[in-house]
Every structure is written in structure tokens, then in C-alpha cells.
């Protein structure tokens, strides 16, 4: 694993754990943090120890958004390049071929709230906060939650969100849809790794190819979204893990997936 400077990436139990480790600015991810975790999702994506990827930052914030010192200096050509550089790295994460869960701990605002939207799961800590203020600051959101969150949450919900820059509470966000649970602050990290667990017990690939069904299927008419469902139920019959699977049912013990 690279040595990083502003995370740190550790596997266990197979759940890859990255945490976002700029306390001093509350996780704000510049360049180099943005391109770290780049590099580090696209590693755990190759890296058979790992079967779910966990995102959490550490202190009192998840992200407390872009570097908003380090935008302060980009004229609209780096605005680009700095915007196409965020959304590779949440396409990465909305790619990768296993689970993402963003553990989210205290701020998450802006970039914040846009990476816990790349994720496939969110769980929140009771303290979480959440928001997009980019307008406060005369811009928009960079990172794909003009996109991300109107799919999630609805655009009438959205819209609210993104032009009031409100910041809404954990309990909020789940009213919202916006997380999947909220939980005490000093649960936090194992609530993630429980519900990490509890995807690692289940047929990985069958996992992976409910992950890309479902995000693929969300942009396509329901019908052709099906057709992608027939199409990767039909692959899960060429691998191993279905016959283990469906032969484990039937002699009544747990199944040995192998991840082919
Ligand atoms: N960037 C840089 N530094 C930040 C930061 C941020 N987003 N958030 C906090 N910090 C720094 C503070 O400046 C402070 O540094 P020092 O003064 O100690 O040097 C340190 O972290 C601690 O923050 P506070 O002293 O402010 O802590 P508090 O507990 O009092 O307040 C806060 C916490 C989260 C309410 C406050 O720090 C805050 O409002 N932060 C900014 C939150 C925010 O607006 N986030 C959204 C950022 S905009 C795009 C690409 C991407 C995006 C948009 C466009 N394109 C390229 C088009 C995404 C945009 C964003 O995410």
C-alpha cells in the first residue's frame, strides 16, 4: 500500500478502511488529498484482501469540503481540471466493482456531502452535519451533487438544499433518504463495520453486479434497466458462487464463496 500523506488505507477482516486525515482544516480535500484517495480507491478496487471499502475522516469532521483556500487561486481552466479531478474520483468509487460505505463523523459539507453521495451507503453519526453551502460562496457544487443528490433525495428536496446552502442535521438527512441510518457518535465505526460484514457474507460478485445494475439502471428507462438485471443475473450462473450458494441452501450450511 503507498505511503500517503493525507490518508491512511488499512484492510482488515477484508474492509479496506480510508481515513481522510486532515484534521488542521477540518479533512478539506485539495488536489493532493483528492488524488490520494483517487489512488487508493483505484488500488482496493485490484486488491483481492479487500471486499468493501470504508470512507470515514478523522477528528471532528468527515470533510468539511473542497480546499476552499486552495479554489481561492483558480482562475475557470483549473476550475476544470480541479472539478474533472473530483468527479473521477467519485466515478471511481461509484464504479468500483464492491461496496462503499462512507462512515460520516461531524461535518460533511460541500465535497463532504459529495463523496458520502458517491458511496452506496451512508451511515451517520448522531453529530453528522451535512449540507451544500457552495452558493454562500458563488459557486455550485463541483463534485456531482447537482446529480448525485436530486437521485437520491428528490429535486424538489435538492433544489431546497443546494439553493438555501441549508445544513441539515444526521436526523434530517435521514428523514431525507439522505443516509441509511444514524447512530450514537461512539457507535459510529462499528455500525460501519457490522453493516461492512454483513456484505462480505453475501456472494461478492453477486454483490458487484447488484451494485452496477442498480447505479446503471438509475439512468436508463425502466425497461432497459431490467434488461441490464437479466443480463448480469444470467452471469451470475457462470460463476462458482452461485452453485455454492444455492447448494449451500439446500445442504443447510453457510456458503465458502470464493469470488468466482
Ligand atoms: N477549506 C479549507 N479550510 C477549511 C475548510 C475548507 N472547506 N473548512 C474548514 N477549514 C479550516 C478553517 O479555515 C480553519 O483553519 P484555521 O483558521 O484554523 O487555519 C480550520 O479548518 C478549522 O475550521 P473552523 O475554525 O472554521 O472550525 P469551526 O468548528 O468554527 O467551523 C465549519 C466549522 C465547518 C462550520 C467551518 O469551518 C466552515 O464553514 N467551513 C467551510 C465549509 C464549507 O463551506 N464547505 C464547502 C466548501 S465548497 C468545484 C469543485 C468542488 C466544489 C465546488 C466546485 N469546481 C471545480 C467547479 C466543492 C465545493 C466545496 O466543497
Redesign the pocket.
Known amino acids: 500500500m503507498n505511503n500517503y500523506r493525507n490518508i491512511r488505507v488499512t484492510v482488515q477482516e477484508n474492509i479496506a478502511l480510508i481515513t481522510i486525515s486532515r484534521p488542521?482544516?477540518?479533512n478539506?480535500?485539495?488536489s493532493e488529498t483528492v488524488t490520494e484517495l483517487l489512488k487508493a480507491v483505484q488500488e482496493l478496487e485490484h486488491d483481492p484482501r479487500a471486499h468493501i471499502v470504508i470512507i470515514t475522516g478523522d477528528g471532528?469532521?468527515f470533510v468539511?469540503?473542497?480546499?476552499?483556500?486552495?479554489?481561492n487561486s483558480?482562475g475557470p481552466e483549473e476550475?476544470?481540471?480541479?472539478?474533472e479531478l473530483?468527479h473521477s474520483l467519485m466515478r471511481a468509487i461509484q464504479n468500483m466493482g464492491k461496496a462503499a460505505i462512507a462512515a460520516v463523523n461531524g461535518?460533511a459539507?460541500?465535497?463532504?456531502t459529495?463523496l458520502a453521495l458517491a458511496c452506496d451507503i451512508r451511515i451517520a453519526s448522531e453529530n453528522a452535519?451535512f449540507?451544500?453551502?457552495?452558493t454562500?460562496?458563488g459557486?455550485?457544487?463541483?463534485?456531482g451533487a447537482t446529480q448525485r443528490m436530486p437521485r437520491l433525495v428528490g429535486t424538489a428536496v435538492a433544489k431546497e438544499l443546494i439553493f438555501t446552502g441549508e445544513?441539515i442535521s444526521a436526523r434530517r438527512a435521514l428523514e431525507i433518504g439522505l443516509v441509511n441510518r444514524v447512530v450514537p457518535d461512539e457507535d459510529l465505526m462499528t455500525a460501519a463495520m457490522d453493516m461492512a460484514r454483513k456484505i462480505k457474507h453475501q456472494g461478492p460478485i453477486a454483490v458487484s453486479h447488484a451494485k452496477q445494475v442498480i447505479n446503471r439502471g438509475m439512468d436508463r428507462p425502466l425497461q432497459e434497466g431490467c434488461g441490464l438485471e437479466i443480463d448480469a443475473f444470467v452471469s451470475c450462473f457462470n460463476t462458482e458462487d452461485q452453485k455454492e450458494g444455492l447448494q449451500a441452501f439446500i445442504e443447510k450450511r453457510e456458503p465458502r464463496f470464493k469470488g468466482r
Do not use: C, F, H
Not at 459539507?109 to 463532504?112: F, H, R, T, V
Not at 449540507?131 to 457552495?134: F, I, K, S
Open positions: 488542521d482544516v477540518l478539506a480535500l485539495n471532528k469532521a468539511a469540503g473542497a480546499d476552499i483556500t486552495e479554489m483558480k476550475a476544470r481540471t480541479y472539478s473530483g461535518y459539507l460541500g465535497g463532504g459529495e452535519q449540507g451544500l453551502p457552495e454562500i460562496l459557486i455550485i457544487p463541483g463534485w445544513i
